[in-house]
């Protein structure tokens, strides 16, 4: 089975209801979605940087519950830089 790590700007397009997000979310199943603490992370400082901090920590919060934390270690952190670089030396 399919598991998927949800990019950051994917949830944050969810929260803000966009259309073609949500309904390929929703075709997903949610133990099959998870987030990295890095996203967990992202969507928390977008609370704070924003004018209502208490109303959408709890709408954040909430919705990310919903979702397994995939940590962030060292090895993640490797694999990443070394993906990242690679990625980037490829003409799309």
């Known amino acids: 089975m399919k598991k998927y790590l949800i990019d950051s700007d994917i949830l944050i397009y969810f929260l803000k209801g966009k259309q073609e997000v949500v309904e390929k979310l929703s075709q997903i199943p949610i133990d099959d979605l998870y987030i990295s603490r890095i996203n967990y992370t992202e969507l928390i400082y977008g609370a704070y940087n924003s004018s209502k901090i208490n109303q959408n920590l709890k709408v954040i919060e909430s919705f990310l519950d919903s979702f397994k934390v995939l940590e962030f270690t060292q090895i ?17």
């Open 76 to 92: 993640s952190s490797l694999i990443f830089a070394k993906e990242k670089a690679r990625l980037k030396k490829m003409v799309i």
